[in-house]
Structure formats: structure tokens, C-alpha cells
């Protein structure tokens, strides 16, 4: 029996800061990688974009991914003040073939709060273009994500799908209420570490919450893979998580 | 019929069809750092079922930062009443060294085998607890010790060899202490739990896959979390087999020899 057809939210390659195994930093090795792994489609960021200027990384990883058929760039904001006009980059997005937009905090130090994101959230919620809220760092620590600030970002912004990335381990009842708050508001697999977090999330909050990940290269995509295989949810809900619910996202994305 | 291979098994999602032990496991349903959802003995093992765990040592929530002697009872209760499928450890709290004994001696009474060490959730340091009359009781009983962190590689591989009736567990997933666990026979290293890519690979690479057991952390953490990295990692099924049971077996079983 054919299993679920993955489709990975948190990929990057290229030369990140922090080394990664010689395979995963080329395109053709990550293609290679994700066959190995069973993962027929990915999201993709340059490490250039995750890591030091998104105006040179977006066009590396559009130009990476341009006619790769399993690739879908990932276009990397910043706050519009210094990355430029939203609604210029916006356009220069979709015209690059984006549909997912990423916001990095951490690596690029601002706020996601509306004083300092809310005008390019603003042109993001009127695409309905899903932004990942992705607080990824590469060395350890527990819930990295400020659950606050996210409750604000999805209440201001209810038709803007949000996803929040890398809440990892040692505390879930922040993400549990700030789930219950927000419709609009989603989680990343790469980081749900915790005891039966996919049954969980999905018997309380519904299998169109949960998007499959998996954060190569830094981490075994195995362990992703695992807890969609071995959750206890459905067959359709399963297929939802592990990529269903991200090309709903990108359908639904208004050009 | 072929058997699957391990790896064909766990991108099904089916249970493994191996003898699977789980040297790291916490019990007891509450736990004042996050919720625990599914947390009732049962259904935990219910799904260990579901994912093909045959065995899991388990240690309590209740001993890692609260009531120690609660959490004891706990454990002794679950092993009661699944006595074919956990084997409890006793948890100590390093902050009361006046307990350590009498407690370990009413654990043993009660059917535990080893005892959980985590000195970094009540802050204190294993190698300055001065453990030693604990060492010497798990070495006299043939306890099982695993700790959370054991500290310098040179502490570890001292009180293994002085007290080689225990069998030391590394609790956590480390490169870190190969040398001594492929030196010490009665040292052992745990995957708990191999994130990183290719993780599974480089411990395999380092250490002797005869001194490696598998260890997921549930009900903290998913227990695929660290399952599937074995199941998928670029070695042969031999291999998978000795980490994923038959090394813990031989353990909990006190045959401790390589051979």
C-alpha cells in the first residue's frame, strides 16, 4: 500500500553557518536525499537567505528550484523599512513562482509584532500567502517560539495562514492555548517533539493544522517521517499532515 | 514470504518485527513542564503496541523534580500490573542523600531493577552527589543505573570498574563517552534520542553497536521521535536488531559479556 505523499515545509541547502554533510548542499544531493527518504516534494530556502540577506538568497533559491519539479522556492521578508516595499516584494515573489513566504526573527533580529511587520503581513494576508513564522536555530533549546507575540500576529492578521516553527519540547501549554485561539494558526512537525503530538494536536485542533517538516539538512527526516507514520490518526488525515495540507495552502494563495 | 526490512516496516508505520526494549522511558501521566496527553499507564502501552515495543524500563515523572517516594509507588504499581512489558527503576533525588539507601532497598522490595539518576532537574551535579554508596548497592543488587548525565567520561568509567556489578547506562544520546563504553564492559549508551542528520550513522561509527540501546524518552518525548532514525539509518538489520532489543535484553537479563 502506497503510503502518504510528503511534501517537506522546512528544507534549505546550500553553505550554511553551520556544517552540514557535503550531500546536503547542493540541489541535486537534496533531491537525492529526499529519495532516499521517501519525500516526493520539498519547500525550499537557500541557506544564503536563511542565514545572511534574503535580497541575494531569494534569487538563489528561485533560480535553484526553477523547473525542478519537486521544488518550490521559499521567499525569505524581512521588516519593509530595509527589505524593501511589500508590495513590490510581494510581487517579485509570486512572479519568482513563491507561494510561501518565511519570516526568521531570530536569525535576522527584528520583531514579528505589528509595529515593525504588520504593513507586509498586511500584503501577505491579502494574497493569502501562508507565512511560516519560523524561529529555527541551529543549536539546542527548548519552545522557541514566543507564543504571545504569535497569538497577536493571528488575531490581527484571521485570513493570513500562519505557521509557527521550532516550538520543539519541554513545554506545550502555551502552543495548546494559542492553538485553541487562532484558527489561522498552524505547526510545523520538525519541531513537534513531544509525546503524541501529532494524535494530540490533531484530535483537538483538526489534521489541517499540522504541516509535515522535516528541518534538513540539520536533522533526520526519519524522525518526522516516523511520527506521521506511526500516529494513530487516519489514512486521509495522515496524507493531510504529510502534505495535503501545504498544497491546499499554496491553491489557495490569490495572485 | 520475505520479511520486510526494518526500514520498509517503519515507512508503513507497522509494528517492528523485532524484539524491541525501550531503556528510556517516564511513567506516571503529569508533569509540571508540559501536558501529557495519553499519559495513563494503559494507554501507554497500548501503544507501544501500536508501534511494536515489546519491553520499556520506565522511571516516574513524580521522581525527577517532586515527590520522589510518590513517584516510586507509581512505577512500582504500573510494573504490577504490566509485569511482562516494564521493568521499573527507582528515582532518586540527589538533594536527600539520607533516603537514597532506605528508599533503593524499599524499591527492590517492590520488584525495581535499576535506578534513574537526574541530578540536572534538581540541581545538582552527579559527579559532587557523592553516590557512592548507591554505586555500591546497585553493584551488590545487579542494578540497572541510567543517568540523564553522567558528567566527565573519566567519572563514569571510574565508578564502572569499581562497581562492575551495575551496568551503567548513558542516558542521553552522546559520542562523547565512546571510548569508556567500548573500553567498560558493563557501560552502556543510549540513542535517546538521535535528532541530527545521519546521527544514528556517526554513533554506529564510534561505538560498538554490542553496547548500544535504544531509548525514545516517551511518554516526554514521541516515541518515533527516536525509534525511526534506527529504523532508517544506513546499516544492516543485524545491527538494528542488537540496538533496538537483544543489547538491553542481555542487560536486564545480566549477561553483560560482548560475546
Known sequence: MAGPRFFDLTCSFGIHNRSVPEPLRTVEGLLGEMKRYGIGRALICHAVAMEHSPELGNAMTAEASKGVRNLSPCWVFLPSKVGGDPERSVDRMLSSGSRVAKLLPQYYFFDIAEWCMGDTLDVLEEHRIPVVLDFFSPSFGDDLVPWAEVVEVCLAHRDLPVIASEYRYRSNRRMYQAMSRCDNLMLDLSGLWLYRGVDSVCKEFGADRLLFGTRLPYRDPSSALGMVSYSTISGKEKAMVAGGNLERLIKGVRI | MTKPSIKTAAMRGDPLD?????????????????????????????????????????????????????????????????????HGFATLNLNYPGTWLPELERCRGMGLVGVKIIGEYQFRKTEQAALEPVYEYASKHGMIMLNHYWGEPAYLKGIALRNAGACFVIGHYSLAYAEVVNEVENVYQCTCVPLGYGSMEQMVERIDARKIVFGSDLTDLDPALGLAPIAYADMPDSKKRLILGKNMLKVLTGRLRNT
Open chain 2, 18 to 86: 523485532c524484539l524491541v526494549i525501550d531503556a528510556h522511558t517516564h511513567l506516571g501521566g503529569f508533569f509540571n513542564y508540559y501536558h501529557i496527553p495519553y499519559g495513563r499507564d494503559d494507554e501507554v502501552v497500548a501503544h507501544m503496541d501500536a508501534i511494536g515495543i515489546d519491553q520499556a524500563c520506565a522511571f516516574s515523572f513524580a521522581g525527577v523534580n517532586s515527590d520522589f517516594r510518590l513517584g516510586n509507588d507509581l512505577i512500582a504499581a504500573a510494573v504490577s500490573r504490566f509485569p511482562r512489558r516494564l
